[in-house]
């Protein structure tokens, strides 16, 4: 059996190094990656060609959090085993979390031996999780999501921006520059830039660029420095 690949997404980072030191204790187990949030973890899956064999994925976290961290496995890379190990263990959050196909759900009070072996059997594809998730459960979850987590997911599959394209949102509402000069940064025409802006400004659903940053401050869209 080669050794199977963890990544770890949690905002806690106390709780993601002692996770990190008990996944990486487990026989022919290692830990490739850490993330703080859904973004990071994203941004290393497209830069990396071979995914994690299980990821182990928090569900409340900033800037992107674990719902929404799911949808996007599923439009892109369903084939990616994912466990969330929360403390959330309300049904509703189980259930969205299980729409999007996420392979288990463990509480963050799990037995070692347990999460080594829901480790081994989500990295098969099979389904790893607590007592609450029973079959009939699980086939519901299937049917649908929260209005309210609807709306936060497509808030999220909205922004996916492309690499171009969040660069000019970081210039646009992370410095003072003009235009042109964003242009010129960017190798870019001033109408390209133009078509860019009244494109962005459509789908924030603002008409200024006062109106865009302070969506991007409340939605955290940029990195504040």
Known sequence: ???LKVAIVDDHILFAKALKT????FEDTYVVFVAKNGREFIEYIKDNK????VV???VQMPI????STMAWLKDNRPEINVIAITMEDDEETISNMVFFGCKGYLLKDVEPKRLNESIIKASKGEFVYNEIVDVPFRKQALNGISNEAEAEVNNHRKFQLKETDQEF????????LGYKEIANRMNLSPK???????????RLGVTSRVGAVIYVMKHKLI???
């Open 1 to 3: 059996m080669r050794p």
């Open 56 to 58: 182990l994925l928090d």
């Open 50 to 53: 071979e995914p994690p064999d």
């Open 22 to 25: 008990l996944v990486s204790g």
């Open 169 to 176: 949102l970081n210039y646009l509402c992370g410095t003072d």
């Open 223 to 225: 990195e504040q420095s």
């Open 64 to 67: 992107m959090n674990g719902l």
């Open 192 to 202: 390209t830039i133009e078509n860019r802006r009244a494109d962005l400004f459509r």
